[in-house]
Nanobody
Framework: QVQLVESGGGLVQAGGSLRLSCAAS???????MGWFRQAPGKEREFVVG????????KYADSVKGRFTISRDNAKNTVYLQMNSLKPEDTAVYYC????????????????WGQGTQVTVSS
């Protein structure tokens, strides 16, 4: 069982940056990790995933070049650096963990955090 706790959300102006963290209670090195987000009135969508070792990543087209995922397995923590934020990035951001390869399918993720709100003002 893994418990995930996100932090780092907040209110930022368009063009600004935020860094989200996802701290795990267990060993994150055993899991592929992902970030998803859900905007008001919309379905939750995949943002980015990272393999157990950190060697492989997969980004949604909407965040490529602006967001960077990283992980520190020694600290059991995954990070999401978000730069050049846009109002359309406003959402609740969720951290998730799964076994196996990176997937954009949220149904394949076994563990989820409670989410952290990111609001980007124009």
């Amino acid at each position: 069982q893994v418990q995930l706790v996100e932090s780092g959300g907040g209110l930022v102006q368009a063009g600004g940056s935020l860094r989200l963290s996802c701290a795990a209670s267990g060993r994150t090195s055993s899991y592929t990790m992902g970030w998803f987000r859900q905007a008001p009135g919309k379905e939750r969508e995949f943002v980015v995933g990272i393999s157990e070792s950190g060697d492989n990543t997969k980004y949604a087209d909407s965040v490529k070049g602006r967001f960077t995922i990283s992980r520190d397995n020694a600290k059991n923590t995954v990070y999401l650096q978000m730069n050049s934020l846009k109002p359309e990035d406003t959402a609740v951001y969720y951290c998730a963990a799964k076994w196996g390869i990176i997937s954009s399918d949220q149904r394949s993720y076994d563990y989820w955090g409670q989410g952290t709100q990111v609001t980007v003002s124009s």
